[in-house]
Structure formats: C-alpha cells, structure tokens
C-alpha cells in the first residue's frame, strides 16, 4: 500500500460525458501528480501541482483539467469523453515541489471505460 | 524528438536466473532517470532514481546503471523470483526548468518461469 488512496476504482460512462476523479496524497507530500496509462500510448504524464499550485504541464488535453484543493486532495475532470479516454489513470504524490530526485508513489488507479 | 526506447519488448527467464533490461533516450536536457515495477492492473512502484552524475544505483536485487555519456541505462535483475514477473518502465525526466518532460519508455514484460 502506498499511502496514497484514489476514487472510484472503475468508471463506466458514456461518450460525451464529463467524470470527475479523486486522488488522496500520502500524509506530508504537497506534489500530486496525474498520469494516464492507455494500451496504445502507454504511460503518459498529465499534470503536476504543488500545495495547490499547478506546477507543470504534460499531454493533457484541453477537455481535462485538475485542481488540488487546500487539504491536498486533487481531482482530475474530464469532460466531452470519447472512446480514446478509456484508459487507467493514476495519480501519484511526492514531498518535493520539483520532479528531481524525489520518490514518487502511486496510487491504484482508476480505470475508466468510456462507451 | 525526445524518445524513450526499452528492449526487449518481453523476456522470459527461468526463476533463479540473472537478466538486464536495457533503456536508451533521447530526452535532452536530462535530469533524472528513474526505473519502475509495474504489476498488471497495478499502479507502478520505484525501484531506482539515477541523476546524470550517478552511474549506479542499487534496490536490493535491483541495480541500474546509467550511462550519460550515450545516454543509456540498464536494470538487472539478480536471482530472479517468481514474484518479479512484471513490466519494468524507464522514465526519464527534463530539470525543474522544463518539469513539462516527464517520458514514458513502453517498458519489458518479464515472465519468470518456475
């Protein structure tokens, strides 16, 4: 177990739909990371915030967007899905502000299948 | 283009015996390279951080080495466990300057066979 907790664990929508996803960091970090992990692209970096900051950009499309709220917790909205969303997402948390030598640790992910 | 690149794309190895992964990148400026376990439906764990001044870093049965040079790292993986079965990924990320490059290699799909 890594400490860092996400909801729902599996999400059945439709196309053209918006969900929301939940990411609890471990107890101390303040950098919550989202990462999309599909069959055909593999892991892909999303965005990064830090003590409710957005710090950097990935591959995120402009249908999607995150906050990090003042108790650390972060979501992940997407909106408009199409079939290609379906994927597994994971956030992951780390102390530090910059991603330099500093653990990062997963969560369990949350699949999402897009119909 | 900044690229990631694993080989081999699947290995099986018997329970017992050593193996190496390979991960070369074209990722530049370079910061930071990192090698994860990923069991299937799982979210991935870190085995082992390397900056462009190190060249080795060892996790118990882990040990990889970067080359900054060629811009080349490899994982192996001592004594190999039937529990080691799992996607290795390497990850290679860009300095706080450019935080935007974080890459994804597709990783290797290790099988142990008892």
């Known amino acids: 177990d890594s400490g860092v907790t996400q909801t729902p664990k599996h999400l059945i929508t439709a196309t053209g739909q918006r969900v929301t996803l939940r990411c609890s960091p471990r107890s101390g970090d303040l950098s919550v990371y989202w990462y999309q992990q599909s069959l055909d692209q593999g892991l892909q970096f999303l965005i990064q915030y830090y003590n409710g900051e957005e710090r950097a950009k990935g591959n995120i499309l402009e249908r999607f967007s995150a906050q990090q709220f003042p108790d650390l917790h972060s979501e992940l909205n997407l909106s408009s899905l199409e079939l290609g969303d379906s994927a597994l997402y994971f956030c992951?948390?780390?102390?530090?502000?910059?991603?330099?030598?500093?653990?990062?640790?997963f969560g369990p992910g949350t699949r999402l299948t897009v119909l | 283009k900044n690229q990631v690149e694993q080989s081999p794309q699947s290995l099986i190895i018997l329970e017992g015996k050593n193996c190496t992964l390979q991960?070369?990148?074209?990722?530049?400026?370079?910061?930071?390279l990192r090698w994860y376990k990923q069991d299937t439906g799982r979210g991935p764990v870190s085995l082992t951080i390397?900056?462009?001044?190190?060249n080795t870093k060892s996790n118990g049965r882990y040990t990889a080495t970067l080359d900054a040079d060629t811009k080349q790292s490899s994982l192996h993986i001592t004594a190999s466990q039937l529990s080691d079965s799992a996607s290795y990924i390497c990850v290679v990320s860009g300095p706080y300057s450019s935080a935007s490059k974080i890459i994804f290699g597709s990783g290797t799909r290790l099988s142990i066979r008892p």
């Open positions: 991960c070369n990148y074209t990722v530049s400026p370079f910061s930071n």
């Open positions: 390397m900056t462009f001044s190190e």
């Open positions: 992951a948390s780390s102390v530090d502000k910059y991603p330099s030598t500093d653990t990062q640790y």
